[in-house]
């Protein structure tokens, strides 16, 4: 059975950071490239960050120079370390794993910014 299971979540205050985990089981870990999305209220679904099998990284332009995507293959978890938090930045956030055509996510985390 395949899992992928967030945490790290929570309220914090503007200017702030939050490190989120993902920790996978049921899968190859190594093998699959690693993303973070996030969903606004209202908003689609957007991806946040990536991280391949080869460790390259890739942002959205909102994110760039205050979240930083890493992976741990040893211990088949990705994370996201997120500084200098918004407002903006308030949404769920899910994880997700991607190998050819095979995509799993997790149930997602709720990060909230606010004063």
């Known amino acids: 059975q395949v899992q992928l299971v967030e945490s790290g979540g929570g309220l914090v205050q503007p200017g702030g950071s939050l490190r989120l985990s993902c920790t996978t089981s049921?899968?190859?870990?190594?093998?699959?490239?690693m993303a973070w999305y996030r969903q606004a209220p209202g908003k689609q679904r957007e991806l946040v960050a990536a991280?391949?099998?080869?460790?390259?990284?890739t942002y959205v332009d909102s994110v760039k120079g205050r979240f930083t995507i890493s992976r741990n293959n040893a211990q088949n978890t990705v994370y996201l370390q997120m500084n200098a938090l918004n407002p903006e930045d308030t949404a769920v956030y899910y994880c997700?794993?991607?190998?050819?055509?095979?995509?799993?996510w997790g149930q997602g985390t709720q990060v909230t910014v606010s004063s």
């Open positions: 997700n794993s991607e190998f050819a055509t095979v995509s799993y």
């Open positions: 049921g899968i190859r870990f190594s093998v699959y490239d």
């Open positions: 991280v391949t099998t080869g460790s390259k990284t």
